[in-house]
């Protein structure tokens, strides 16, 4: 069986490929009024469906210092690093 995170994060991913450019803007902005945790794993979330603008945003939100264990296992290495995932 499929871990639920996992599912979870995939439902989100199909639901955020039908936003459009002005939806996903949005999305990034209201997300800036949540916790660090939950911003790191929308940018994990638009890395992966290849949303590039905004996603800077996100980052720069985020204390560098902090990480966020999450347990994303199916998520690429590289990327868990870049958002400071554990």
Known sequence: MQNNKNVHKGI????????????????IQCSLKYNSA???LLGVILEIEKVKKG?????ESLNPASTYNLE???INRLLKDKWNIK
Do not use: E
């Not at 996603?55 to 980052?59: A, E, G, K, P, Y």
């Open 12 to 27: 989100i991913g199909k639901i955020i490929r039908k936003y459009n450019k002005h939806q996903i803007d949005l999305l």
């Open 72 to 74: 994303l296992n199916k």
């Open 55 to 59: 996603v800077d945003t996100i980052m």
């Open 38 to 40: 939950t911003r790191a």
